[in-house]
């Protein structure tokens, strides 16, 4: 069987199997995230240690790239970290915001040249899956502040699935889950 046959075939059987045993919705996303575990987990790897090193450095220059013109909230800059593909999407504690870049930017926008965004990354984890393929988690922390000094701040984790294309890495895939404050024990 050819290797795209079998990754075919794969996705197939394990969308199947997630489906009717985890009564997992199908989104346009899910083929593409089962087949990222499929060949990440059961595909024989076709990289090397240095070619696996070579991903994730460049991959750690690009979220470097990133954060500088996210910093200076360049929202025209910021999209273009993000892939204009149709298989696009961000979830954000586990609901959908985002189905194409430019929704990001409108969004990004829309906060007005008065607002100030500044978020810090650390213990910041890149896996390169594939030749072309990574993934990135990081523990973030962000405020949000306008010219009067008000504001607010919030952090979490970020997982992103990265596709290399011709105009470098690309945020094909997120998910942000914020933390939750610590629950107050009840008074007595």
């Known amino acids: 069987m050819a290797p795209d046959e079998w990754a075919s075939e794969m996705l197939h059987n394990t969308e199947i199997q997630l489906v009717a045993h985890m009564q997992i919705p199908h989104s346009s996303a899910l083929p593409f995230a089962i087949f990222t575990v499929v060949v990440a987990a059961c595909g024989p790897s076709s990289l090397s240690d240095g070619h696996a090193t070579a991903i994730e450095d460049s991959v750690r220059t690009m979220l470097d790239d990133f954060m500088e013109v996210a910093r200076a909230n360049d929202w025209d800059s910021v999209v273009t970290f993000y892939a204009d593909d149709p298989r696009f999407q961000i979830v954000e504690d586990g609901v959908v915001r985002y189905r194409s870049r430019d929704e990001v930017h409108s969004a990004l926008a829309s906060m007005g040249s008065g607002m100030k965004v500044s978020t810090d990354y650390d213990e910041t984890a890149i896996e390169a899956l594939a030749p072309g393929t990574a993934t990135l988690t990081t523990r973030f922390e962000s405020s949000i502040t ?38 107050r024990p009840p008074e007595r």
């Open 146 to 183: 306008d010219t009067s000094g008000w504001g607010f701040a919030f952090g979490g984790i970020v997982t992103w699935t990265l596709v290399n294309t011709e105009s470098g890495w690309k945020i094909l895939q997120g998910h942000t889950s914020t933390a939750r404050p610590p629950e």
